[in-house]
T-cell receptor
């Protein structure tokens, strides 16, 4: 079956630090991969996605590369801001289906 | 910007009571979903709904659960007789299309506490 594993949080960083949140997956076939973000008091929002191997998704300074050989989709940002404080969810969706399989979520706390 | 709205934001209920969680999806979306997240655990898929019928459901979605689109705008999740283990955050989502790269738009969630 499908599963997503992401690093435990919270991740605590100072402003302008480099961010990595690890995500690995298990899936049949060739899934699409997603990072969703949930800011305090809001719903989950799509942050970025990649639909095939070696694709790089990017948005708001965040990047993640679909690595089929390591079944990973790690989220990175070169310089985090306080406003990036949120919970980040890695997820996958198998081709032809519409259901997402999520990880547990990783809380990011950025201090000034 | 269009958004998915959910009510109530928080509901406290006694075990055995019926609960209805309401969602208003984005107006031109055709696919609707419920997910839930028990505290400290993964966000889990419950059910998807298209063309007035369930298209997929997980093993969590047993006979105690039902979904309905009673009018052109609302999408509801009913839990017939709540159990303690139903305490969770319930997320509604909608999408324009179903495909491997389709984007789901989520609401803020409804927190259900069963006592």
């Amino acid at each position: 079956g499908n599963s997503v594993t992401q690093m435990e949080g919270p991740v605590t960083l100072s402003e302008e630090a480099f961010l990595t949140i690890n995500c690995t997956y298990t899936a049949t076939g060739y899934p699409s991969l997603f990072w969703y973000v949930q800011y305090p008091g809001e719903g989950l929002q799509l942050l970025l996605k990649a639909t095939k191997a070696d694709d790089k998704g990017s948005n708001k300074g965040f990047e993640a590369t679909y690595r089929k050989e390591t079944t990973s989709f790690h989220l990175e940002k070169g310089s985090v801001q306080v406003s990036d404080s949120a919970v980040y969810f890695c997820a996958l969706m198998n081709s032809g289906y519409s259901t997402l399989t999520f990880g547990k979520g990783t809380m990011l706390l950025v201090s000034p | 910007e269009p958004e998915v709205t959910q009510t109530p934001s928080h509901q406290v209920t006694q075990m055995g009571q019926e609960v209805i969680l309401r969602c208003v999806p984005i107006s031109n979306h055709l696919y609707f979903y419920w997910y839930r997240q028990i505290l400290g655990q993964k966000v889990e898929f419950l059910v998807s709904f298209y063309n007035n019928e369930i298209s997929e459901k997980s093993e969590i979605f047993d006979d105690q659960f039902s979904v309905e689109r009673p009018d052109g705008s609302n999408f509801t999740l009913k839990i017939r007789s709540t159990k303690l283990e139903d305490s969770a955050m319930y997320f509604c989502a909608s999408s324009e299309r179903t495909s491997g790269d389709g984007e789901l738009f989520f609401g803020e969630g409804s927190r259900l506490t069963v006592l």
